[in-house]
């Protein structure tokens, strides 16, 4: 709190100036406050205490048609109006919105025996709209519509940034959702994670290939390396390298697009789709270096460099015709402002995410704001417009009123079919952090953090000694942390994302399988608290089903106290949570009843799984760790702790929902082992259909002849792709291994293994071979013998 409180005084006599306080010329004039274009009649009015505007609970609650109650003996004020709850404690900057603590900016105080109170935080968790307009020195205050805010103002703009920066809470950025990975036939996944023949139009004379595995049927997903039966496009270093893979005797490298030679603007490519026409890449771009124009406050026309800039990224997609592969041809680019978080790729619309910080410091200053305006704008470029960058006014800029912070999340989508059109752009002052898509809708999270004040408690007193050296003492606890999931919705309709729904859960999600869309609800799976606490801020788990007003319409809180989730799928009207501590429970959880969910069965065993992934309606294979308990003999502290050891595959049997079982498992090493499909679901080659069982691992071993403790690493054992035989009567039967490492590589190796360019970074099949991946070799296997057919070094 001593931070935000320097923060404020450091600020308070320019930020604030352009916050909720009158400009310069106005100083000696209160803002008028008006309510949906009405001025609100104060009967006591409203001040600036220490930089924000703050009014009377009375007053605020009056105009709302709100319950006012003063509780003397708990020294706050309560605010009611029929499912809505105000606490707010006196001399406090924090409040209680329906039981939920959070933090203002601003502090409550007591004028004349009434209590003022921040106006932007009370009218804010009353779910109205607060926006401040300096041209007129006044404060408007609108209800929330079902469609979001705009920015509107560069003061107002300004007001959302430096009030999140002041507020104490601690937010995280948007990050790439994480996607999973492949069926080795051509095969389509369905929502509930079964298997179905592709349909007659989606094949061809290609022979039957892997597809990448989507959450999602209908809503593809990005990866560094694609196939569409006779070809293989992928992601090398900063090149894309597209190949003729079939037949597997005749492979060559038809063409190589080498973004380290282009002379404009680097780039970096980073994912790619491929459709029967198009190769699309998707990646990073930098700006050239540029000055920072300031002044000082006497205008923005003298520019000088007020500090080094750091090169700004921006995402970028450029799309190539793939009538000649030997000779591509790029016909669209398009770029956003920001750093590359997502995309999807529904029929021929293509959907892609930006998030870009919004450095407005230089500008806090500035008097002429209407420049600072636009250099604070977003911007795009799409070479169908020309080019050169659009700016996007402010006024067209949305906010996400929960989840405002210093940066710009923009949303590109174009109908790949209509490649001369320009994209479709939204923009958004906000954030987010993992993505979930189905056909019809793209759902964007982002987890809040408050970090809640410090309570000081006294010590009690035993009145019977009076014991002088324990009286005035007070005990310090930190308060539980609150956390709480916002998810946006937004309607994928003719390219274009529109803003539909905002909801609310607590706790914070673990990926995009935390999210599932299901017969027109949207259900989540949650961890609030830390596993370290043993009070009431301790981990818990929860699983919450949303209408599709994003409103909860049931929910299951409090599974597995003291652990967290560690991998949640969703499949059909069941969801499967792995939660993890010192063994892995996963439960079976029935969410056919939305408002009534339940808790069926649960399962426990050493190790935990990362992912689970659908093998039937009644089988899950799960990939993570195994684990080894040791008990620390510690009477004061933990009494026991798990030492991650091998990789682990499990198959779990859970046609008894009420008795989920292990029925196979497999232990790939020891400590230190790790595969790429522990990070990254994409990947993994699955079919049922083949009996086929396929991922990347890095493999480390313990001499068997010699005892060591349960924290002790492997060395180095080896590297390349592991390929099972799996079934129901059998299990996991590893069949054999492939590797781009020479024996010379394997005796050169230490420890630990630099693998460089021949790491194995995916398996493919295409016909009757299987392929591997790096960035230095593609090499084809039999998929009968696993014999090597066919190798193709890439230069």
Known sequence: MKKVLAIRLLLCATILSSTLAPVATQADQEPMVRLEDQPISFTLQPKMMDGVLMASVRDLARVLGMEVTWKEDELLTIVTHNEFELKLPKNSDYAYVNGQARTMHGTTQMVNGSMYVPIRFFMESANYVVR??????????????DTLPVVGTYDHLI????????????????AQGVKTETSATALVQSKDGSASPAPESMKSESPAYSD????????????IVKTDGNYL???????????????????????ILDFQKNQGTPFQPTEIYVDDKH???IGNSQQSDSLVPYSGGAGLTEKRMIMPMMRQGNTK????????????????????DGSYISSRKIGSSLYFIANKYVNYNPYLKTENKEEAKAALAPSYRDSASGDSFTSIPLDQVYYLPKAVEPNYVLIGGMNLTEIDKPMNVTAYLGSGQNVYASEENLYMA????????IRTLPVPVDSSTQNSSTQGIRLQTIEPRKEETIIYQFGLTASKAIYKNTGTVPGRLLNQFSMDEHNGYFRLATTSGEMWRTDEGASKNHVFILDANLQVKGKIENIAPGERIYSTRFIGDRVYMVTFRNTDPLFVIDLKNPAEPKLLGALKIPGYSDYLHPYDENHLIGFGKDTSEVDLKNPQGPQSIAYYQGMKIALFDVTDVNNPKEKFKEIIGDRGTDSELLHNHKALLFSKEKSLLSFPVSVMKLDPNNAKPANAYGNFAFQGAYIYKLDLEKGFQLRGSITHLTEDDIKKAGQYVQAGDKQVQRVLSIGDALYTVSNGLIKANDFNTLQEKGSLIIP
């Open 446 to 453: 982002v987890t809040n953090y408050e970090q809640m004040p």
């Open 212 to 223: 990448t595995n989507v959450q999602v049927q209908g809503v593809d997903e990005s990866d």
């Open 317 to 336: 997609v450029m799309v190539y015709d793939l009538t000649d592969r030997s000779s591509l041809k790029l016909v669209k680019e398009a770029e956003l």
């Open 279 to 281: 190769l699309i890449v």
């Open 233 to 255: 496009y992928t992601v090398n270093k900063q090149r894309i390298v597209v190949t003729q893979a079939y037949p597997a005797d005749q492979m060559k490298v038809l063409s």
């Open 159 to 174: 007001t959302l940034l430096t009030q999140n920066q002041r507020s104490g809470s601690i937010k995280v950025f948007m």
């Open 132 to 145: 401040w307009d300096s041209a007129a020195n006044s404060v408007n205050i609108t209800k929330q519509a």
